[in-house]
């Protein structure tokens, strides 16, 4: 099988990352919209563009599945991008809250929601965790995450001035969903933040589960063919995936 | 006269206050590239690309001269722009390098310039400030800044710690250039922790200083036209066009 794995920058890359742990794939075809990122502010219709733009592109690859790897993507444009596609489309949201679902059997805990301020504004999430029967959610954009990700800010009194500022009204969370690509980066400090019970869950993995209880993987890839394409500065994503891939 | 703004998003209604508040033009269009925000993590063929884009869309309005308010078009797109327009244009680092040199006669002055990742790697207010003998420059790209204002967070600690992280190895400075439109909404929390003689350039005010001494004006408007575009979502910009200049 073939895989697209659409995002609107670099962040995506940390799904592939658990895409290869899991060798589900023959060839990986990546697709960083990075001239145009970050979506996350960007308007729906926008989103919905540049989304379209991006399932075009991936016509090009034969391609068995696409996986959307930006949670304001999975938000947005998933109908959208399943009508324009010729395969099937999966999205980070739907795979993460069904993770939630996997993970916990008491329906009533209560689920942090984080992503950037388009994805929490779409209330995606809710949606999908209220049709699996989770009633006991609260949301945060935590816009700032993302630039201080992207500017490698992992100052402790930065941080923990900036998660005081975001959390300091809210309940005690048993799980944080971390809805956006970028989050998981940041996943030790928020685990130092929280209760030691705290679950956090990780798109990466979360498509992986997603996927395999959704299709037939009949065999398994130790070493698919990858592929790296960016709308900018396409070097610097392939350095990047060598970093964070370790290939 | 009339005059065109351009800048990457709102940050350059700064510009255009300024602008009113002097009552130099006829007729004032701006043009904030929404759709695109921000420049300042772009690279440089990106950027120029976009500028020149922006100046064919000012041929439609027959202007006088184009101010580009963003400090990144303005640090590596200037030259492209005026070889594009059939009129002069003028850029916010210039004319913020000259608002030093008319401040002060000290060569000999401290003087931290602040900017986007892009700005500061453009060396482009040092060569401007070497230019007028100024030798004794620091430079920091203050990436976070922007987001915070754009995500409205003036909360004390956040800010703090960001300075801290920010600008603790630094020499205490005499001057500052807010080089980047969205800083000067951070102004008073950075006068606040610098010395209290320190010195603040503005872009809009540094550009009126620069228009002043380079055009001359036969006139004053006490009510020019303003016609404001954007590349996304107009309505959300003209809006907060409304409040920030109270029209």
């Avoid at 379209?52 to 016509?59: G, L, Q, R, S, T």
Wanted: charged residues 20%.
């Amino acid at each position: 099988m073939k895989v697209g794995v659409f995002d609107s920058g670099i962040g995506g890359l940390s799904v592939v990352k658990s895409l290869l742990e899991a060798n589900l794939f023959e060839e990986i075809v990546y697709f960083g919209d990075t001239a145009r990122v970050p979506y996350g502010i960007k308007d729906k219709n926008t989103i919905i563009r540049y989304s379209i733009e991006a399932v075009e592109f991936f016509k090009n690859f034969d391609l068995d599945l696409i996986i959307t790897a930006c949670n304001t993507v999975s938000a947005y444009a998933l109908c959208e991008m399943r009508e324009a596609a010729h395969c099937p489309v999966v999205g980070v949201v739907q795979a993460g809250a069904l993770a939630v679902s996997n993970t916990l059997t008491c329906k009533d805990a209560n689920i942090l929601v984080l992503g950037t301020k388009a994805t929490i504004a779409s209330k995606a999430y809710e949606l999908e965790l209220h049709t699996l029967e989770f009633m006991n959610i609260q949301t945060k954009a935590t816009g700032l995450f993302v630039p201080l990700v992207e500017e490698q800010i992992y100052n402790k009194n930065v941080l923990d001035a900036t998660f005081d500022y975001y959390f300091n009204d809210l309940q005690e969370p048993d799980v944080v969903i971390l809805g956006c690509t970028h989050f998981p980066l940041l996943l030790r400090y928020l685990k130092s933040y929280f209760k030691k019970e705290t679950l956090f869950i990780h798109s990466g993995d979360a498509i992986v589960a997603y996927l395999k209880r959704e299709f037939v993987f009949s065999r398994t890839y130790m070493h698919p063919k990858l592929k790296f394409f960016a709308s900018e500065n396409p070097d610097g994503l392939k350095k990047i995936a060598r970093e964070w891939l370790g290939i």
